[in-house]
């Protein structure tokens, strides 16, 4: 899990407008979001491509998880050799 330090995470949409390369390297190099502030509000959180993409991969797996718990918990399962002949695996 990731840690913020609020101090380098809580950007001024203004600090983005200023040096936006400054604040996309720190994403990049430190793997953390930055929340992007408008008069003291967050407005957005900005975060790297490769981060966004891994932490929706580990998202869509872990739905996947819970979803065959509830199978099996409500009896809908099948047997591996069922599992192997549906999806043409020898």
Request: hydrophobic share 40%; charged share 35%.
């Amino acid at each position: 899990m990731m840690n913020t330090k609020f101090s380098e995470d809580i950007v001024p949409i203004g600090d983005l407008k200023i040096n936006p390369g400054k604040i996309i390297r720190q994403v990049q190099e430190a793997h953390r979001p930055v929340l992007l502030t408008n008069r003291g509000r967050g407005v957005a959180v900005l975060q790297a491509l490769s981060d966004f993409e891994s932490d929706a991969e580990e998202r869509r797996f872990m739905k996947g998880v819970l979803k065959g718990m509830v199978d099996l918990e409500e009896g809908r399962e099948v047997s591996l050799d069922d599992a192997k002949k549906h999806l043409n695996i020898k």
